[in-house]
């Protein structure tokens, strides 16, 4: 579900970027009027009240800039009026006017208000679901890792167990042949089937183990039940061998500092916090904004001639709304505005304490990225310690495996010829079989700690060649891996 989340922030990104999108008004309209005149000028043709008709049809388009906070906005209103009046000169008369507005923030909201402050929010967010979703990614192949040398490890104790279980059965035959030829007493067989009814139980131990982190594994790699891999037995490819590789620790310390994604998220919470501030900072500046208008206005229809103040017309000259529109662009009257609007709250008591308490937080937050430093730097050299001294119990446990494997062959020789007993066979023999497991479970241990420090120096990825492509483009993350299964 995790990897949803980039694209939940796309969304939010484009949500908040759409305040900048160009709006586009349109207004078509109707409007009738009678009127009961009360004077002499509001007479109608024929004396009677004057009658108006007006159809409106208006457009505009308006944005917000995203550089410096202005806006601007451009509208052509147009109207058709037909009028029954003595006094009108055009009739229909069409009137066009083309406007536009720019308002240009000079100090509060110029370097930053509150949409450009939420999409640098939205767009950290966004990145730092990214990082999450590769840490989440390391988190989850360093589990794939370790549960796969646990099944491996588990194989293996299956195997050292039924090594055993044969070693045990071969003494238990070796010793009724000796009954039969009656070189041993039927009571001295007792102690080796007692010891082979023991490793059987060891064995089915083993294997029950085999079975629990073969799910465990299958857990973590297969999609469902429908997958052919949960039905099927994994044969594990890599094998645990063991080679001690060299660990500065100090540069182990530097890639953390430099890859780890918790110290990037801590970046991303002061970079935010950051710009949270800078914009209640801004927001304490006074109001100061240049307004700048500008319109033109034509006018145009039928004109009418009249004889004098309210006299009859006596000619007519043919007209429409080209007349308007040319008069609009031939700029016959033209009209402009300049005027700078400036506001200061009397008392910013709020605005501080705003301040106030984002440069608290900013500073929390980067402490906290001071303290995951610290933890950074401890995690990754315990690890690294960890790592050198499980190696070194690797070696000593491969030098007691070795010399156990002597020591039984040693027995297994004197007890041939009489000089040893069943007892110190068996107990050869179990010490050999708890040699191979500790060498088995020390080398895991190796494996494990070494996962352990590439996870938490973030270098696991690289390791694997694997690579989490960016869903900048407002699809999922995805990746694409390169190498082997156990790593």
């Known amino acids: 579900m995790q990897r949803l989340n980039p694209e939940i922030n796309d969304i939010a990104i484009a949500s908040v970027s759409s305040v900048y999108n160009p709006s586009l008004t349109s207004t078509v309209g109707q409007a009738a009027t009678n009127g009961t005149p009360t004077s002499q000028l509001q007479l109608g043709a024929g004396g009677v009240g004057t009658n108006t008709r007006q159809l409106t049809y208006n457009g ?48 509060r909201n110029f370097r930053i208000d509150s949409n450009r402050q939420q999409l640098v929010v939205a767009k950290i967010n966004r990145d730092i679901s990214d990082v999450q979703l590769r840490s989440i990614i390391t988190n989850t192949l360093s589990n794939v890792r370790n549960a796969y040398w646990d099944y491996v490890f588990a194989l293996q104790a299956v195997e050292v167990a039924q090594k055993s279980l044969e070693l045990a059965s071969k003494l238990v035959q070796d010793n009724q042949t000796r009954v039969e030829v009656g070189t041993m007493a039927p009571i001295d067989v007792v102690q080796a089937q007692s010891e082979q009814a023991t490793r059987r139980q060891a064995l089915v131990t083993a294997q029950a183990t085999q079975r629990t982190t073969e799910l465990a594994l299958k857990r973590l790699i297969v999609s469902g039940t429908q997958d052919p891999n949960w039905s099927a037995q994994l044969d594990p490819t890599d094998r645990p061998d063991f080679r001690a590789e060299p660990i500065d620790i100090e540069a182990a310390i530097r890639r953390a500092l430099s890859e780890r994604t918790d110290l990037e998220i801590a970046k991303q919470n002061i970079a935010s916090n950051d710009v949270t501030l800078k914009y209640l900072q801004d927001q304490m500046k006074p109001q100061a904004d ?17 004889s004098g103040l309210l006299g009859d017309q006596f000619t007519t000259i043919p007209g429409g709304i ?20 400036i506001a200061y709250p009397l008392g910013l008591s709020s605005q501080q304490a705003s301040v106030a308490r984002a440069r608290v937080q900013l500073s929390q937050v980067q402490a906290q990225m001071k303290q995951i430093e610290l933890q950074v730097a401890t995690d990754v050299t315990n690890a690294a310690l960890t790592a050198q001294s499980t190696a070194e119990a690797v070696q000593a446990s491969q030098a007691a495996r070795e010399l156990s494997q002597k020591k039984l062959e040693a027995e297994q020789s004197k007890f041939e010829v009489g000089m040893s007993t069943n007892y110190f066979v068996v107990q050869a023999q179990r010490d050999l079989a708890d040699a191979q497991n500790s060498e088995l479970r020390q080398i895991l241990n190796y494996r494990k700690s070494l996962v352990e420090l590439e996870r938490l120096q973030q270098t696991t990825l690289q390791n694997l060649n694997i690579t989490v492509i960016n869903a900048a483009g407002g699809g999922a993350a995805g990746t694409a891996t390169r190498g082997a299964t156990g790593g």
Do not use: C, E
């Open 290 to 306: 240049l307004q700048a208008t500008y319109g033109l206005s034509g006018i145009g229809g039928t004109h009418l001639q009249r």
């Open 322 to 341: 080209a007349d308007a529109f040319s008069s609009l662009f031939r700029n016959q009257y033209p009209r402009w505005t300049l005027q700078m609007n």
């Open 60 to 107: 505009g388009i308006a944005q917000n800039l995203t550089k410096g906070g202005g806006s601007y906005q451009v509208t052509l209103n147009n109207g058709r009026g037909t009028s029954n009046s003595n006094n009108v000169l055009f009739n229909p008369q069409f009137a066009s006017t083309w406007s536009g507005i720019f308002t240009q923030p000079l100090l």
